[in-house]
């Protein structure tokens, strides 16, 4: 069974930067697009960004495009969210996400493991 842990959530000002980690395991991982996903209370779950198993293509919903950074580290099974410029509408519970298809990365409904998620909070 695949499992998410995600760290690096935290309080930050706005115009501020913070880097969120997913670390993986499970012998499959490697198989499976990775999406980050947020969620602010009140809201429905989105997807924010996501990259194919080989860490060759990104995508990323058009709210982040230029400000936040998606990375893969396949040696160390992690994946890298960088967040840069953050606004107070970037605050929610961001959750690390599995899913077979690349295409399909940004949606809820095609993952196949979630992390516990960890809270990010932009405020001054």
């Known amino acids: 069974q695949l499992q998410l842990v995600e760290s690096g959530g935290g309080l930050v000002q706005p115009g501020g930067s913070l880097r969120l980690s997913c670390v993986a395991s499970?012998?499959?991982?490697?198989?499976?697009?990775t999406g980050w996903f947020r969620q602010a209370p009140g809201k429905e779950r989105e997807g924010v960004s996501c990259?194919?198993?080989?860490?060759?293509?990104?995508n990323y919903v058009d709210s982040v495009k230029g400000r936040f950074q998606l990375s893969r580290d396949k040696a160390k099974n992690t994946v890298y969210l960088e967040m840069n410029n953050l606004k107070p509408e970037d605050t929610g519970v961001y959750y690390c996400?599995?899913?077979?298809?690349?295409?399909?990365?940004?949606?809820?409904?095609?993952?196949?493991?979630w992390g516990k998620g960890t809270l990010v909070t932009v405020s001054s």
């Open positions: 499970g012998p499959t991982y490697n198989y499976y697009a």
């Open positions: 996400a599995a899913s077979e298809f690349f295409s399909r990365c940004l949606s809820t409904g095609d993952v196949h493991y």
């Open positions: 990259i194919s198993n080989s860490g060759a293509s990104t």
